[in-house]
């Protein structure tokens, strides 16, 4: 109980940070709820490590999950919230139903008698900088510099996810036309839980009733979320031209004159196969399992507002929520904002910036100091909850006869939905995923997204490579068939590797395997004895078909910082912090090992979402001077949104570098004074059962606990805190420490002394990063996947079933090996439900309608996936090849939380082309369409 | 009028007018256990599924607790997941091996799961069951739970392999 309570105190006072606001500093206090972390059991054991540092026997947040705790915000209730004051309060907000009309308002006549009694609050009753925050431009996108180009041209007052010329308010005002279906059209405070739960019994399907609309309007010209992004890449005749290394501000323009040279390079060979496809998907929503809810209390007295939330990006909504209050006409001001950070109950995307956090804080102005509680039903959440978007892709594949790529050209529209989000930087990835695996001298791609009357997109698990790698790897497969090649073959002619440029131009500068990864799957007896399986599988009945897809899924964004703290107590235990958000994937649990074999044992506590951590860092990301890293002071980028595919490799690289400085900063010199060794160097000393030894004898080990007495004693660092940024390669620098100079891949380092609350900064020296033009490339690493899938179809009810899936995949180290094949076999049984299953329609046919549930929106459930491992001719099963770690990995992983999934839809879709001949180009396959497609 | 029950060992009582209540909200919040997950609302995930026994000789039944009105649970025992382990100590087999088989990953299903399979392996101490009749009562038991995140793999090895711990002990003990 005491190791709680001190853990939670001692997260009260080392987690605050300030956001400077136009109207002075806002304080932020990060809590964890005391479910989080990692609790000691009784006996004082630690269950998830074992003796072993750097292996993982659970995850860290398990015995909290599986033993039904309080770990998420929906789990929180008034009743935990100790120090809240005030009469519990219950917010509602009705949806727009039509984009066509004037909203009139509400007619209380027909609301039930529970919401009479409702606080009823419609959008003219808000202020502007309530009614349309005027929100930060997003932090962690595709290339900054556009964003920064597209920022000059735009007012400086940015409404929430507004594009240009229109404006969206949180409440849509009485007299005006919605912007989109389902955006709030009033705010409903209830005080009391019984009529709350009532009045939403009884209002529930009814909207109509209350709802008032007025004349039709007219239609609103269609926009387009900027940025847009353009491809544009020509090598051939010994000119080259592409999006990296082309001048920024001639580029548009050239962009065109070269997709002019690319059609007559086209024309001038009169021998290249063209080959035009067209393919398109629904929305999708990411069903994660807790609908989101949140509480807020404003406390009046104090000025400070109190939130609990589980949310992929605590920093984003924090800065979204303080800019709701900073302005001149904010109903009041804030000196501070607590923000209980929960584990999210699954994310996938769905919860990175996500307006649900706005929602809430808005509720809170409403209910005079008094707490207020935001729950989204399941019908409310994929009512407005953010979507992965609606697209339609067409485009044409340019081949030679000796099966070279000559030209890939697509067109991608992404229904962006009502509110801007992340849409435009999602379709831009999927630009980047348009070239697949492949190399090829000419492309032409453009990727827009679109605002319409639809539900949002956003930023869901793939981020565009879902839709561009389906497009690409279908339309390969048609070719190859349409030529009678081998699909293998056609593939392997045309594989991207090191030294070869992507569709931006920019370099590949990872070693990829993609030609080896081939290989392993082509030998394998599913691709290798897949007409024996069609024969055996036809001989009891059944139509089986093979097919195969590549994805080159990049991880990380066009430039990503990170920051993480280790801390040491008197004993040697060692704490992680990060500023990471863990939705399910493991980052938690992988941060808390990694640590192990560098510091002799791993994390008994790993603190996730700590959004102070960057402030204490001391640096900025102001270069007025444009000194960029000659200034100690200054990085590329804070910190970003979670995202699991960032763990593999760039939070561990900043939590294995920050141990590295709390082994050579503090552990070294207190084994220095232990042993009297003044001159010893850690590459003689080495961790053996958690004592620290010489390589070649000659001294008693030291145990941690000995190690932390001499540090605490000798006043050396506790801790370490440090910051990496990462953007094609590591900022380093040198650093002195009480151990002496010592490198790392940090741009920022700092020390917890020994009776400080604090770090220190060390001021660096000596710093080498990436240079900012190197942000065209768009992205840098790599996690290459190969997967094959066997499929049957019932010829008469149009019902696939998948029956094997082999997933060959370049994960680098593999830090936690159960995290990885969870995160393949997640990515599998997602790719499996919205290729077959997950259909959401537009407009008020959808969702939108409010009527949408677990009922009609099917789900993958365990029978729709191939459940054994390993495969088996005689039963449904998925196999997982990893490719063995190389040297060229240098001990780093890769992030794979998306790599799997982005391959087997179009696996899929070549598999049935394989089985019934017919090409099935439309997502979710369904049994309809499988029908429609065999009598066509 | 009153609907009695007990929840975890312990006796409530609540007034019939609350017959129409349902569940999940009484479990939230009369008794701030949230360990029971909220997700669909309608019965479909089982997110939200708890054990209910009818008398005392009756077996476990696990039950949809977002969609079953307190009015049908009078005289029932009722066990949710915080009543299955004692917080971090005492775990459930199944608990444990949910952990070493990394069979979760955002968690907030595992409860629904956890109850379910608990059920399942309560029935194997007590009833004759066969190897070859396991798969499909761990399909019946687990198999329209909804998980999004694993793909249910980890879970169904975990689940099988209790279930084959259980039955092994049961022939040890014949033996």
């Known amino acids: ?136 431009i997003r932090r962690d996108l595709l290339v900054d510099e556009r964003i920064e180009e597209e920022a000059k041209d735009q007012p400086k007052t940015r409404g929430f996810d507004r594009p240009y010329a229109v404006v969206f308010d949180l409440i849509v005002q009485p007299g005006n036309v919605p912007d989109f279906l389902g955006q709030a059209v009033a705010l409903l405070i209830f005080d009391d839980l019984a009529e709350y739960r009532e009045a939403s019994r009884a209002m529930a399907f009814q909207d109509d009733d209350f709802q008032k609309y007025g004349d039709a309007a007219p239609p609103k010209d269609p926009v387009v979320f900027n940025p847009k992004t353009t491809y544009v890449k020509y090598d051939h005749g010994g000119v080259s031209f592409d999006y990296a290394n082309a001048n920024p501000y001639s580029y548009p323009l050239e962009a065109d004159s070269y997709k002019a040279l690319i059609a007559d390079a086209l024309d001038a060979r009169p021998d290249l196969l063209r080959h035009d496809f067209a393919c398109d998907m629904r929305a999708m929503d990411p069903m ?69 956090s706005l929602m809430l804080a808005l509720a809170s102005a409403f209910t005079d100091g008094n707490p207020v509680q935001l729950m989204y039903d399941r019908y409310e959440q994929f009512r407005v909850g953010l979507k992965r978007h609606a697209t339609d892709l067409t485009g044409q594949v340019a081949i030679a006869p000796d099966m070279k790529l000559q030209n890939i050209e697509m067109n991608m529209r992404f229904d962006g939905g009502g509110r801007k989000n992340l849409s435009p930087y999602v379709a831009s990835l999927a630009a980047l995923c348009a070239g697949g695996s492949y190399k ?187 000194t960029r890293w000659d200034n100690p002071d200054w990085t590329s980028k804070g910190v970003g949104s979670s995202s699991a595919c960032l763990t593999g490799l760039h939070q561990v690289h900043v939590v294995q570098q920050t141990a590295l400085a709390l082994l050579e900063g503090s ?114 690493v790599w996690a290459p996947c190969v997967n094959v899938v066997g499929l049957t179809v019932d010829r008469g009810t149009g019902a696939v079933q998948v029956e094997n899936v082999l997933s060959v995949l370049n994960a680098g180290r593999v830090h936690v090996p159960a995290l990885v094949s969870g995160q393949s076999q997640g990515g599998v049984a997602m790719a499996i439900s919205y290729a077959l299953h997950e259909d959401l329609p537009p407009g008020m046919a959808g969702p939108a309608n409010g009527t949408w549930n677990l009922d009609r929106y099917h789900v993958a459930r365990a029978a729709d996936v191939p459940l054994n491992t390993g495969f088996r001719p005689d039963a449904r099963s998925q196999e997982l090849i990893i490719l063995d770690e190389t040297p060229a990995d240098k001990g780093a992983g890769r992030g794979i939380a998306e790599a799997v999934m982005c391959s087997v839809a179009p696996a899929i879709s070549n598999a049935l082309h394989d089985a019934v001949g017919v090409r099935y180009s439309s997502l979710p396959i369904t049994p309809e369409k499988i029908l429609k497609g065999l009598r066509a | ?130 190897k070859d009749q396991l798969d499909g009562m761990i399909e019946e038991a687990i198999g329209t739970h909804i998980c999004r995140c694993t793909g249910y793999v980890r879970y169904f090895e975990a689940v099988r392999k209790t279930a084959l711990d259980v039955l092994a002990a049961k022939e040890g003990g014949q033996g």
């Not at chain 1, 605050?16 to 932020?28: D, K, Y």
């Not at chain 1, 440029?501 to 990829?512: I, K």
């Not at chain 1, 030291?702 to 440090?722: S, W």
């Not at chain 2, 609540?14 to 909200?25: F, N, S, T, W």
């Open chain 1, 288 to 356: 994660f399992m807790e609908p989101e809810s949140g509480l807020a209390w404003h406390d009046v007295e104090n000025k400070t507002l109190n939130l609990v939330l589980g949310t992929q990006s605590p920093d984003g909504d924090f800065s979204d929520i303080v800019s709701m209050y900073r302005s001149s006409d904010a109903p009041f001001k804030l000196d501070a904002v607590v923000l209980t950070t929960c584990y999210p109950g699954g994310g996938f995307g769905g919860r990175d910036g996500s307006p649900f």
């Open chain 1, 1 to 136: 109980m005491s190791t709680k309570l001190k853990h939670f105190q001692t997260a009260i006072l080392s987690r605050r940070r300030f956001l400077e606001t136009a109207s002075g500093a806002v304080a932020l206090t990060v809590l964890s709820p005391s479910g989080m972390g990692q609790a000691q059991t009784a006996d004082g054991t630690v269950p998830f490590t074992t003796e072993t540092p750097g292996v993982a026997t659970q995850r860290i947040d398990g015995l909290k999950k599986v033993t039904g705790q309080k770990v998420f915000a929906r789990d929180h209730t008034f009743k935990d919230m100790k120090d809240w004051k005030g009469k519990p309060h219950y917010a509602m907000y009705l949806r727009a139903l039509t984009t066509e009309k004037v909203f009139k308002g509400i007619d209380r006549r027909y609301l039930p008698p529970a919401a009479k009694k409702a606080r009823i609050i419609l959008g003219n009753e808000l202020n502007a900088s309530q009614r349309s925050p005027q929100i930060a």
């Open chain 1, 440 to 626: 090829t001298p000419m492309a032409n791609i453009y990727a827009e997204a679109v605002h319409s009357e639809n539900i949002s997109g956003g930023s869901q698990r793939g981020f565009g490579g879902p839709q561009a790698f389906f497009a690409i790897e279908t339309a390969l497969d048609d070719v190859a068939a349409g030529q009678g090649w081998d699909p293998v073959a056609l593939r392997r002619a045309n594989l991207i590797g090191e030294g070869d440029t992507t569709v931006t131009g920019g370099p590949v500068q990872q070693e990829l395997r993609l030609r080896e990864m081939l290989d392993r799957a082509e030998a394998h007896p599913m691709w290798a004895d897949r007409e024996a399986l069609r024969d055996e599988y036809a001989a009891r009945g059944l139509t089986y078909g093979t097919g195969l897809a590549m994805s080159l899924q990049a991880y990380g964004t066009s430039g990503d910082g990170m920051v993480a703290a280790i801390t040491m107590d008197e004993t040697g235990k060692l704490t992680v912090k990060s500023d990471a958000v863990d939705m399910g994937n493991g980052s938690a649990t992988t941060l808390g090992v990694v640590i192990g074999p560098i510091l002799g044992a791993n994390a008994v506590d790993v603190e996730m979402g700590d959004y102070t951590l960057f402030a204490d860092t001391e640096l900025t990301t102001r270069d007025k001077l444009g």
């Open chain 1, 667 to 780: 552990i070294m010199p207190a084994a220095r004074i232990l042993w009297g060794m003044p001159d010893l160097q850690s590459s003689a000393t080495a961790w053996v059962d958690g004592a620290l030894v010489l390589r070649d004898g000659g001294a008693d080990p030291l145990p941690q606990d000995v190690l932390a007495g001499a540090v605490f004693e000798n006043g050396l660092p506790r801790g370490t805190l440090g910051h990496a940024y990462f953007q094609a390669i590591w900022a380093e620098a040198d650093y002195d420490t009480p151990g002496g100079q010592i490198h790392l891949a940090l741009d920022g380092l700092s020390f917890y002394m020994p009776g400080a609350d604090k770090p220190t900064r060390v001021v660096r020296q000596n710093a080498f990063g990436p240079a900012a033009w190197t942000r065209r490339f768009a992205r840098y």
């Open chain 2, 1 to 130: 009028m009153t609907i009695s029950f007990r929840v975890n060992g312990h006796p409530h009582e609540v007034d019939a007018k609350r017959g129409g209540d349902k569940l999940i909200d009484f479990l939230h919040e009369d008794l701030n256990l949230t360990g029971t997950k909220f997700c669909c609302g309608i019965g479909i995930c089982r997110a939200c599924t708890v054990s209910v026994k009818k008398g005392r000789n009756e077996a476990e039944e696990p039950v949809i607790s977002c969609s079953t009105a307190l009015a049908t649970l009078d005289g029932t025992s009722i066990t949710t997941v915080e009543g299955v382990s004692n917080g971090d100590q005492d775990l459930h087999p199944i608990q444990t091996e949910f952990l070493k088989n990394f069979a979760f990953q955002c968690g907030y299903c595992t409860p629904g799961f956890v109850m379910a399979a608990k059920i399942l392996l309560d029935q194997l101490e007590t009833s004759k069951v066969s």
